[in-house]
């Protein structure tokens, strides 16, 4: 089955520069990808989705890219700013059953003012 | 819309009672999907339903788990007896359409903590 691989280690970065988070999977290349935010004590909340023919995809200071030779997405924030900071997760469809996402561990952002 | 809502939001209890979560998922959305999240093992899915209908519970843990969706508004999950590794944070979430083209909306999650 699918594997999604995440940096483990916090992301600490200062205001005001661009955040870049890594996520990785292993196996078959999904048809899309998603991103979450997660804060502590609440669930995660659905950011944007790039489908496998899409390069690159923009919203607001967000921008999400996705090479499926490399099997590699990149989560970019830009112009980050201290309410950025959350925990990144990256999702994809599992192969065999469409109907479900399997999450990775997630990435934590600390921005500093 | 009010989202998706979870309730309880805490519970404690004893080994070997049972335990019970309730979700109310976001009407008009056809998908409602369990998830359980530990620190070990992140987010893991649990069982998902298609118009009120299990589609996969793979991710059943144990017998002990069990999960029903009687109507379109409404499903529980259920744990009987509870165990302390069943700790962890209980996560609803609905969509339309389940290949999630449009996202999950996720509950604020139920904390279980079994001593």
């Known amino acids: 089955s699918q594997k999604i691989e995440q940096n483990s280690e916090a992301l600490n970065i200062q205001e005001g520069k661009t955040a870049t988070l890594t996520c990785n999977y292993t196996?078959?290349?999904?048809?899309?990808l998603q991103w979450y935010r997660q804060d502590p004590g609440r669930g995660p909340v659905f950011l944007l989705l790039?489908?496998?023919?899409?390069k690159e995809k923009r919203k607001e200071r967000l921008k999400v890219t996705f090479d499926t030779t490399l099997k590699q997405s990149l989560f970019h924030i830009t112009a980050s700013q201290p309410a950025d900071s959350a925990t990144y997760l990256c999702?994809?469809?599992?192969?065999?059953?469409?109907?479900?996402?399997?999450f990775g561990q997630g990435t934590e952002l600390s921005v500093k003012p | 819309d009010a989202g998706v809502i979870q309730s309880p939001r805490h519970e404690v209890t004893e080994m070997g009672q049972e335990v019970t979560l309730r979700c109310k998922p976001i009407?008009?959305?056809?998908?409602l999907f369990w998830y359980r999240q530990t620190m070990m093992r992140g987010l893991e899915l649990l069982i998902y339903?298609?118009?009120?209908?299990?589609?996969?519970d793979s991710g059943m843990p144990e017998d002990r788990f069990s999960a029903k969706m009687p109507n379109a508004s409404f499903s529980t999950l259920k744990i009987q007896p509870s165990e302390p590794r069943d700790s962890a944070v209980y996560f609803c979430?609905?969509?339309?359409?389940?290949?999630?083209?449009?996202?999950?909306?996720f509950g604020s999650g139920t904390r279980l903590t079994v001593v």
């Open positions: 009407s008009g959305h056809d998908y």
């Open positions: 790039i489908r496998e023919n899409e």
């Open positions: 339903f298609n118009n009120n209908v299990p589609i996969d």
């Open positions: 979430a609905s969509s339309l359409r389940g290949q999630g083209i449009e996202g999950y909306t």
């Open positions: 999702a994809l469809p599992d192969h065999n059953q469409g109907g479900k996402l399997i």
């Open positions: 196996n078959y290349s999904p048809a899309y």
